[in-house]
């Protein structure tokens, strides 16, 4: 049996976009030595990125914006060797924001890269800036892009003149609202010479588009036997089956297995501490390929006598009632803490990293056998043989006959 790690691969790579209150959290002094009651299991062991207890992930994601400010012990900055930091740009927070993406923030989200990264984004300025309506700076389509070839020229000198850079790979990031706007971004920034492209906004979800400028690299010579393509902020499994597809069928058309195609979410650590709901994978529901979300008990009132020992994963089957209703730190002498703090919050953050990462991988197992043998669903079938067949072909007559089809797959 193929270790998790390895199970993370098995078709494209989802990326946790793992958050500050889990990877801060998870290795505090204070926090670490706390236990589930009586199963052995501490906090210190819900770290996915060191070899422990419960499980370890090969490759994660992590924000320049969001990170660079992080002081003190983070897993994110101590990892296995072997391990692959995807190190995003920060670009998004210039939406909601009134950041100039000028030289000094780029250099700052540029250093926190060199320091960190594997695989490196480049810093853009989105387009969901100009929808967002409150940064001043970028009111147009032409005020985005523009903005983000100041921004590549700056990393490509940076890149060459300083050589700090150049042990990274880094993605050329590809942003559009639409077919046209794709177009025209790609035929502005397709000229700096980068190792690999990552697909942003609107337009990273449509298929039709995604796999037009697929076709438009392979034209100009723009995807190496080697490349590496991130999909920002996707996180269902439909996204991973339709990306799965991409990636066999890059590899196919270029007769290479070392081209990746990874994407991310930050959903598994959102999903706790913003809407309080938790994976759950049940053999028995065909409709989700066994994957749907759950409500998060608010206290030991609702939990009542509850346990978790029906749920797939690595720890939250030996959670009781018992086990997650006492945090003896913390608490006034006598009293039981509510359900919901913040080490049962890891907890639960850390079951649906494993949740995502399992369902994907059963997802991408199913995509190796025959389909008339699959219990997957016929759709997600569907959609991988369509993106599959076009992709591998590498025929834009093939693209202009399937376009309709892919048009109809959004992730």
Not at 143 to 161: G, I, M, P
Not at 212 to 224: E, P
Not at 350 to 369: E, P, R, Y
Request: hydrophobic content about 40%; charged content about 20%; some cysteine.
């Amino acid at each position: 049996m193929a270790s998790f790690s390895q199970r993370q691969t098995v078709g494209a790579i989802f990326a946790p976009a793992v958050q500050p209150i889990f990877s801060s959290n998870v290795c505090k002094d204070h926090h670490r030595l706390r236990s589930f009651g009586d199963t052995g299991i501490q906090v210190k062991d819900l770290n996915f990125l060191q070899a422990g207890k419960v499980f370890n992930l090969d490759v994660f994601l992590t924000s320049a914006h969001v990170y660079r400010d992080v002081k003190g012990v983070d897993i994110t900055h101590t990892r296995r060797p072997d391990q692959v930091h995807i190190v995003d740009s920060g670009g998004y927070s210039v939406i909601n924001s009134t950041i100039k993406a000028d030289q000094e923030f780029a250099r700052k989200m540029w250093e926190y890269q060199v320091k960190h990264a594997d695989v490196a984004l480049t810093l853009d300025v989105p387009l969901g800036t100009i929808e967002a309506g409150k940064n001043p700076h970028y009111r147009t389509f032409n005020d985005c892009l523009d903005e983000t070839v100041n921004l590549l020229t700056l990393y490509s000198k940076w890149n060459n003149s300083l050589g700090l850079g150049q042990k990274i790979r880094w993605l050329n990031i590809i942003q559009g609202r639409n077919l046209y706007e794709s177009q025209v971004w790609y035929d502005r920034v397709k000229g700096f010479n980068f190792e690999g492209w990552s697909f942003a906004g609107k337009s990273r979800k449509e298929m039709s588009t995604v796999v037009s400028r697929l076709f438009d690299m392979k034209r100009d010579g723009l995807i190496r036997k080697d490349a590496w393509f991130h999909f920002l902020g996707l996180g269902s499994l439909k996204a991973y089956v339709a990306l799965t597809a991409i990636r066999d069928g890059l590899r196919q058309l270029f007769n290479s297995e070392e081209i990746q195609v990874s994407f991310d979410s930050a959903y598994p650590f959102n999903s706790v501490s913003l809407s309080r709901q938790y994976y759950q994978i049940d053999d028995w529901r065909s409709d989700t390929y066994g994957f749907s979300l759950q409500e998060i008990p608010h206290g030991l009132w609702a939990l009542g006598n509850q346990d978790y020992t029906g749920i797939k994963g690595p720890v939250l089957p030996f959670m009781t009632w018992d086990a997650l209703a006492y945090d003896l730190r913390g608490a006034s002498m006598g009293r039981r803490m509510e359900l919901g703090g913040l080490k049962n919050h890891l907890l639960f953050q850390n079951h649906n990293v494993w949740s995502l990462v399992t369902a994907m991988a059963n997802a991408g197992d199913q995509l190796k056998i025959p389909r008339k043998d699959r219990t997957l669903p016929a759709l997600f079938s569907d959609i991988y043989d369509v993106i599959f067949d076009v992709v591998a072909s590498g025929s834009r007559h093939k693209l202009a006959d399937n376009f309709y089809k892919l048009a109809a797959i959004v992730i």
